[in-house]
């Protein structure tokens, strides 16, 4: 059985208002395995941002019990967080240092010996590619630098498990993905990343599961496909050289939506392997020939919308 970075039961959180307590998490379970990304998304307001901030014990939860890395985060936070790194939505770099005099500051903070603080720092800033930056003020750096620079000091202590809130908030899509390539290489050497992202597209490239917030609940939780599969509008799309083909594939399916024009057949599909095959068992039974073949399944914003009934994207941008 994998090993848990993070096992959570029925945690809950609730804060006074003036019509008595706010329930922000409503007893909610997570399991995150070692070496994998667990992207958690939801609309404002679900509760993503005090999960993390309960996780990471910058609060307590009122109920539930938790693991963080293999430590009982009630009873013994300080061994959580010595285990865990954070990297926030706004960067802790302290832009009038230089990159490295920032790193040798985490290195002091995490109890480092001189030597292998600069060790590490020296390893760090060749690990992402800031060496020629290394003696300039944070303060000139771009925003995808100072982005790499933040998870650099997050670093500093070798953690195992990092939350990554919304790290590639405001960067332009270069810099957006040199971070995906970062975390991908973290996950590949056993570090688990526990992401919350504005962008959709984010978490679908990244996460291995993901979990839906709302109102302080988990409506859905699974990998990006198991999630697409969810939502209807499904199908696989089928191409034929003429219109003798298209009608026979259609009377052989028995389903489907025809396009004479496009000389294409739209038959519904959840995407999965399964269907695919009896389609394709299908036709070769009455020897029609497909040109071409395309699976087209619902988005991650298909997802968001249908479940939470908000829309997350209409145009593309982060979801606020």
Not at 195 to 211: H, M, P
Not at 226 to 237: D, F, M, Q, T, Y
Request: hydrophobic share 40%.
């Amino acid at each position: 059985m994998t090993d848990l970075a993070i096992a959570a039961n029925g945690l809950r959180k609730s804060y006074p208002d003036k019509n008595g307590d706010k329930v922000v998490l409503d007893g909610i379970d997570l399991t995150v395995p070692e070496g994998t990304v667990f992207s958690l998304l939801g609309p404002n307001g679900a509760g993503k941002t005090t999960t993390v901030q309960i996780l990471s014990t910058l609060i307590r939860a009122d109920g539930g019990d938790v693991q963080v890395a293999g430590h009982d985060l009630a009873r013994r936070p300080d061994d959580v967080r010595a285990a865990i790194g954070v990297t926030g939505q706004y960067s802790a770099v302290d832009k009038l240092l230089t990159g490295e005099e920032n790193l040798l500051l985490m290195a002091d903070l995490k109890h480092l010996s001189r030597a292998d603080g600069r060790r590490r720092a020296a390893e760090l800033l060749e690990r992402f590619d800031l060496v020629d930056a290394a003696r300039k003020p944070a303060a000139t750096y771009s925003g995808g630098m100072q982005r790499r620079l933040d998870l650099a000091m997050t670093l500093v202590g070798d953690p195992r498990l990092i939350f990554l809130d919304e790290p590639t908030t405001g960067l332009d899509p270069r810099s957006r993905r040199g971070m995906w390539q970062i975390v991908r290489e973290l996950v590949a050497s056993g570090v688990t990343i526990f992401l919350t992202t504005q962008y959709l597209e984010e978490a679908d490239e990244l996460a291995d599961r993901i979990a839906l917030l709302d109102h302080g609940r988990l409506i859905a939780e699974g990998t990006a496909e198991e999630l697409k599969r969810l939502i209807p509008g499904g199908h696989v799309l089928l191409k034929f050289a003429d219109p003798t083909r298209l009608d026979t594939a259609h009377r052989s399916l028995g389903v489907g939506t025809p396009d004479p024009d496009a000389l294409t057949l739209q038959v519904p599909s959840d995407g999965s392997v399964r269907v695919i095959r009896q389609v394709l068992a299908v036709l070769d039974d009455h020897s029609i020939e497909v040109d071409e073949m395309s699976v087209h399944t619902p988005d991650l914003d298909d997802v968001f919308l249908t479940l939470t009934g908000r829309q997350a994207d209409q145009h593309k941008e982060p979801l606020r």
